[in-house]
């Protein structure tokens, strides 16, 4: 059981990147999916869910009208798709999988209710 994420990279303010989480040994669609990001000393923060099988979804305030989260079954993948990106979105971005109505709780609660974390991919938006 095993997530990856990547995706990541360089980027200018204003531009786009579309993060993947791809899913090993077992099948993802069955399960509610978030990303998360996390910043050199700062919590880990929910930036989007989407719910297994019924694949509802959810956004911070500070990824609404910005990011879209989907899911591709055949590629047993979930995706968050970033436009317009800003500084402010720099972090390292993470996928687990758990329920979505904890997604933008504090660490603890998060790190209770999530898991199969995939490794991080690093997200840098600068001119």
């Known amino acids: 059981v095993q997530l990856q994420a990547s995706g990541g990279g360089l980027v200018q303010p204003g531009g786009s990147l579309r993060l993947s989480c791809a899913a090993s040994?077992?099948?993802?669609?069955?399960?509610?999916l978030a990303w998360f990001r996390q910043v050199p000393g700062k919590e880990r923060e929910g930036v989007s869910c989407?719910?297994?099988?019924?694949?509802?979804?959810y956004y911070a305030d500070s990824a609404k009208g910005r990011f879209t989260i989907s899911r591709d079954k055949a590629k047993n993948a979930v995706y968050l798709q970033m436009n317009n990106l800003k500084p402010e979105d720099t972090a390292v971005y993470y996928c687990?999988?758990?329920?979505?109505?904890?997604?933008?709780?504090?660490?603890?609660?998060?790190?209770?209710?999530?898991?199969?974390w995939g490794q991080g991919t690093l997200v840098t938006v600068s001119s």
């Open positions: 040994g077992f099948t993802l669609e069955h399960y509610s």
């Open positions: 989407i719910l297994g099988y019924v694949n509802l979804t």
């Open positions: 687990a999988t758990g329920d979505c109505q904890y997604y933008r709780k504090n660490t603890q609660t998060i790190d209770e209710n999530f898991g199969s």
